[in-house]
């Protein structure tokens, strides 16, 4: 039995976690580098992901406002979950105008 293996009876693997649990033992997987880097990333990510939100009110129009609703629900996302992705991706991308 892998060393990396579930002991929990009541999480047992699917084919994925156990085809990588196998490749994680064959040594397939090698550290990241610079770890201690990575790890910061890592964690600054995490603190981003879980941070508060805050509350914003925005004036936009009927028209965008009925487009954005649509779009989100083609994606099955709530609308206002959309508009913070949108402002996320914006803001995190290198080509601002």
């Known amino acids: 039995m892998s060393r990396h293996m579930k002991t929990d009876p009541f999480a047992p693997m699917d084919e994925y976690e156990r085809k990588l649990m196998e490749s994680l033992d064959q040594g397939e997987w090698t550290p990241?580098?610079?770890?201690?880097?990575?790890?910061?990333?890592?964690?600054?990510?995490?603190?981003?992901?879980?941070?508060?939100?805050e509350r914003m009110n925005i004036r936009i129009s009927k028209r965008d406002l009925t487009r954005l609703?649509?779009?989100?629900?083609?994606?099955?996302?709530?609308?206002?979950?959309?508009?913070g992705e949108i402002i996320t991706t914006y803001l995190n991308s290198d080509k601002r105008s």
């Open 32 to 53: 990241v580098e610079p770890q201690e880097q990575a790890i910061r990333a890592a964690r600054e990510t995490a603190r981003n992901t879980i941070a508060k939100t």
């Open 69 to 83: 609703k649509e779009r989100a629900l083609q994606n099955g996302l709530p609308y206002q979950t959309l508009v």
